[in-house]
């Protein structure tokens, strides 16, 4: 069965430092990898959307990265600010009609 | 506005009360689904719709029931409800099939359940 872990559970860093968050998924065989923003008492916003045959997507500041051989990908997000403050989680599809397995999220603080 | 609705937003029911929350988008999403988000645990899949008439199991459908009888509604029934289906749940709709395309997923707002 797909496993999503995501660490670390939570990270604090001062504003102006790039964020790197972690992903990790046990079976290669996926469709695509969502990265997702949640603020609190909200629901989730998607941020990024890579493909299974793509290693890379790009908006704004955001970055994520795919490596299915390893069962990997990291969202890296530039020059945080403390608007990026949140959740964040990774889900992948796990079949062509949309099963989605997702990790429990990295908690983020921006610090001024 | 291109949004996903859910009702209600919090309830408060006892155990064995019949209830249903219904989901409703307008943006003509053929995809549609339900979560439920459990501290430490993070979103489980309970139900997806393909389209209309069209649905399947996600990891964690026990005691949750789902229709798909017109293209923007998808409610979530829980027939018998227990003490452990306290949890946040969330309905999503994306245009075409998640696995299939580069189709992303508008979430709903959330609906904390809490069951006595």
């Known amino acids: 069965k797909q496993e999503v872990t995501q660490i670390p559970a939570a990270l604090s860093v001062p504003e102006g430092e790039n964020l790197v968050l972690n992903c990790s998924f046990t079976d290669s065989a996926i469709y695509n990898l969502q990265w997702f923003r949640q603020d609190p008492g909200k629901g989730l916003t998607s941020l990024l959307l890579?493909?299974?045959?793509?290693r890379e997507q790009t908006s704004g500041r955001l970055n994520a990265s795919l490596d299915k051989s390893s069962g990997r990908s990291t969202l890296y997000i530039a020059a945080s600010q403390p608007g990026d403050s949140a959740t964040y989680l990774c889900?992948?599809?796990?079949?062509?009609?949309?099963?989605?397995?997702f990790g429990a999220g990295t908690q983020v603080v921006v610090t001024p | 506005e291109a949004q996903v609705t859910q009702n209600p937003r919090y309830l408060i029911t006892v155990t064995g009360k019949k209830l249903t929350v219904t989901c409703s988008q307008n943006m003509n999403h053929e995809y549609m689904s339900w979560y439920r988000q459990d501290p430490g645990l993070g979103l489980r899949q309970i139900y997806y719709?393909?389209?209309?008439?069209?649905?399947d199991k996600g990891d964690v459908p026990e005691g949750y029931k789902v229709s798909r009888k017109e293209k923007r509604n998808f409610p979530l029934i829980l027939e018998s409800p227990s003490p452990n289906q306290t949890s946040l749940y969330f309905c999503?709709?994306?245009?075409?099939?998640?696995?299939?395309?580069?189709?992303?997923?508008?979430f709903g707002p959330g609906t904390r359940l809490l069951v006595l």
């Open positions: 999503a709709s994306s245009l075409g099939l998640a696995g299939a395309g580069q189709e992303t997923q508008y």
């Open positions: 719709s393909m389209n209309v008439e069209v649905t």
């Open positions: 890579i493909q299974s045959s793509q």
């Open positions: 889900a992948v599809t796990t079949d062509s009609w949309g099963k989605f397995q």
